[in-house]
């Protein structure tokens, strides 16, 4: 039953902390055209598009994908738009897959982006749920307390997150669309 | 398609503006949930697979979803996933996973609580965020240049406008959902203000909070689950420019093309979501509903329109039109975006194919 799937191709933009030179429309047209030319395909070649994006706080534009139709090359295309908050990255391809593996489609572009720049993500980040009392700090705001938790049950020494980054930004400086290029730090 | 997978349950909550409800959604949802189990005889853990339709902008805050999932109960962990769309999109998403097999039984759900801000200035965020939004042009003075430029273009009138809006109240005081009902007529319709000229009231979806919840089965387990499956024998979505000078406004191609890829076909019953009373106009054209077709017997969105769940509503309603016996052919219809810019068609059959 289940139509068997592969990856065709993949592209990326050079992550930073500003892409002032793009809009949103541009960047990620950006990494489209990139996925689609190492497939050897052309946009028109795609049969539906899969938009990952959250939240929509981030670039305060509210479903941004509508306003992508055009850049993602999906008018006339079925258009999904995931959003499962911070996995939404992993669900945009679980999303994908799926469309493939049901055989409702040939090829589909998955695409996810963030464009943090446009707006203000602490902000963002800085959620009141109903009957909750708002921490307004940020993503940091709620994990800190966690690793605090952590550490204290686990007896972790005070280096382990160090070796982790350092770990990681050894490992990005490998790849040249990294947006830390540190491949000579040390603990 | 490979697999036959039919619709074996639909609730939704009654279109109001709820006060007692949070924008997390939970208040609405836990009643119909349960309303849905009872009627399919399921528990949660029947379910192998979730997805919700919802928005952030809707309830003001970033991963608002995620407190929705305090309806059906964190624990143990269960396939999950969320579309920032109407929940009929999610449906879709829900239908491809038990397409591939990976789920038998599958569950929809969305909630809006449209009435949490002003809707159409929160709408206006949707169009470009550079050239447009900035201008807030919000989503009834969009809807009235589409209405404006269809007078001019002599496709209808303020008086065919207005009829669409008396059928469609008409037909909503048999449904205990609808947020607007009665008895008026056209003409006295006619008599009343304008919102946004060319719209009146009576033109626009009223502003209104609600949930709905679909559940859908593969073939192995919806006659089991349901006398009468309403089986899907297409389901399609496509989307338009989001240049509104880009694009036809008196033309809704994704609308067509999803009504084509999905088969539509004759149909006894179509619920469109038409969220102003020129789009039904515009929609039965495009997907060829002849005069033979009942549209939104339950009064259509122009009675009651809870944002991210009215579209699936309109699949739910359609799909017990068949499983009720009602009718053996029905389409259900979403639109998301302004001025219908994207659009989604299921087919509904009393026969699996």
Known sequence: MKQPAAVLGVGQTRHRSKRTDVSIAGLCREAADRAVASAGLALADIDAVVVGKAP???????????????????????????????????????????????????????????????????????????FSIPVVAGAGGYFAPHIRAYIRRSGAPPHIGALVAVKDRRNGALNPYAHLQQGDITL | MSADVAVVGFAQSPVRVREDATTSGVEMLVPIFAEVFRACGLTKSDIGFWCSGSSDYLAGRAFSFVSAVDAIGAVPPAMESHVEMDAAWALYEA????????????????????????????????????LVAPLWPDSVSVAALQARLG?????????????????????????????????????ELLARPYVAEPLRAHDCAPVGDGAAVVIIASAARARELCERPAWISGFAHQVDSGSLGARDLLAVPSAAGAAAAAGAGPVELAELHAPFSHQELLLREALGLGEGVAVNPSGGALCGNPMFAAGLARIGLAARAVMSGRASRALGHATSGPALQQNLVCVLSGEAS
């Open chain 2, 95 to 130: 239908w491809a996973k038990v397409l591939t097999g990976e789920a038998e039984i599958a569950l929809a759900y969305g909630f809006g609580k449209s009435s949490g801000a002003e809707l159409r200035r929160v709408l206006a965020l949707q169009l470009d965020p550079y």
């Open chain 1, 56 to 130: 929509d706080l981030f670039e305060g534009v509210m479903m941004p994908e509508l306003y992508l139709a055009d850049a993602l090359g999906a008018v006339g295309k079925p258009l999904l738009r995931v959003h499962t908050a911070g996995s939404v990255g992993g669900a945009t391809g679980i999303v994908a897959t799926s469309l493939v593996q049901a055989g409702l489609h040939r090829r589909v572009l998955a695409l996810a982006f963030e464009k943090q720049s446009e707006s203000n993500a602490m902000w963002a980040l800085s959620i009141a749920p109903p």
């Open chain 2, 151 to 187: 007078l001019e273009a002599g496709r209808w009138t303020e008086k065919d406008m207005a009829e669409v809006a008396a059928r469609s109240r008409a037909e909503a005081r048999s449904n205990p959902d609808a947020q607007v009902s009665g008895s008026v007529t056209a003409a």
